[in-house]
């Protein structure tokens, strides 16, 4: 079969097939109409959802934004600028702090914001010697936060368990942040945490921990040789 022969034959096929896409639409075109109505109200409902999302997510960020606004005020007399927040005690601002932060927690557990809230609710209770509800707060907010705040906020639970003395714990968070480093918790943090902790107990690992960092440039190096030069001699 010649060339020719063969391109005649793939239009006989295509224009077979054509037809019997024709007919098939024909025969059932009630039920196409049908399913084109459903993929329409789906695309509608798609955009909604889309929108509603984008417009919550700028609720968040701005509840956030607030929250963060009160962690960042001044303490003492009013300036007289709404721009300046201030409050007349660190007290008066620790509360209001706490307040804003648990609301957005509750409000939006389960989002990005809602994982910072609760990130900073673990770090202000293990501030404050409530161990036990900041390892509640920083838990929470690795299980729902992104990977990036799920390993600050795991890298602060390190610390949180080292207090209670659950050093086995500790340390299992501190070697998955070892294998899996982020942007806000390199692999060297999460290093120098665990030697820190193995320090007392089993200073030979902590040094094997601690010797392939001397040779890092910036502070890394300057860490790791303190540290070195901390731990009980061989």
Sequence with gaps: MD???????KKDVFAQEVGHT?????????QFIRFGSIALVVL????????????????RQRELAAATRIQDAGVGPPTGRESILTFPTVEEKNKAAIKA???LASRHSGTE???IAQYYLGTVAADQGRLDDAAKWLKSAAESGSAEY????????????HLQGKTPEAEKLLRALMAKPTIFVSKEQA??????????????EARKL?????????????????????????
Excluded at 3 to 9: I, N, Q, V
């Design 101 to 103: 932060f648990t609301e």
């Design 22 to 30: 024709v007919e098939y639409v024909a025969e059932h075109r009630r």
């Design 150 to 161: 799920a390993s600050l906020a795991n890298l602060s639970l390190a610390q949180v368990y």
């Design 210 to 234: 601690l010797e392939p960092l001397r040779t890092q440039p910036g502070a890394v190096s300057r860490v790791a040789l303190t540290l070195l030069g901390e731990l009980p001699k061989q």
């Design 44 to 59: 509608v409902l798609l955009a909604g959802y889309f929108y509603y999302s984008k417009r919550q997510h700028a609720v």
């Design 191 to 204: 290093i120098i945490m665990l030697a820190r902790l193995l320090a007392s107990s089993r200073p030979d």
């Design 3 to 9: 060339r020719l022969t063969r391109k005649e034959l």
């Design 113 to 115: 914001e809602g994982a």
